[in-house]
């Protein structure tokens, strides 16, 4: 079983900062990647940010120069740092593990619940 317990969403004004965080736990051997995506309301799913276990990292061109992604391989944690946000930034924002299963090996993917990311003007 793996679990991904995600935080940091809220309410913020337009230009404000938030961070978000993802905890993986559970039968996990080793997590290659650890990313961000967010859907807003009536749009596709779109990939916001990813970094891998040996850093390597691909942002969206739209929130290049405002998110900063960084990971923690000794907790299996990834979190995302945005600042300037803006009103388009409101979504749902899921986390995301490629990883190895300590069972089954792998790999696999998996989502967690999402968490609620509004941005007012």
């Known amino acids: 079983q793996v679990q991904l317990v995600e935080s940091g969403g809220g309410l913020v004004q337009a230009g404000g900062s938030l961070r978000l965080s993802c905890a993986a736990s559970?039968?996990?051997?080793?997590?290659?990647?650890m990313g961000w995506y967010r859907q807003a309301p009536g749009k596709q799913r779109e990939l916001v940010a990813v970094?891998?276990?040996?850093?390597?990292?691909n942002i969206a061109d739209s929130v290049k120069g405002r998110f900063t992604i960084a990971r923690d391989n000794a907790k299996n944690t990834v979190n995302l740092q945005m600042d300037s946000l803006k009103p388009e930034d409101t979504a749902v924002y899921y986390c995301?593990?490629?990883?190895?299963?300590?069972?089954?090996?792998?790999?696999?993917?998996?989502w967690g619940q999402g968490t609620q990311v509004t941005v007012s003007s």
């Open positions: 559970g039968s996990i051997f080793r997590i290659n990647a």
């Open positions: 995301k593990i490629l990883y190895y299963s300590a069972l089954t090996y792998g790999p696999y993917d998996y």
């Open positions: 970094i891998s276990s040996g850093g390597s990292t």
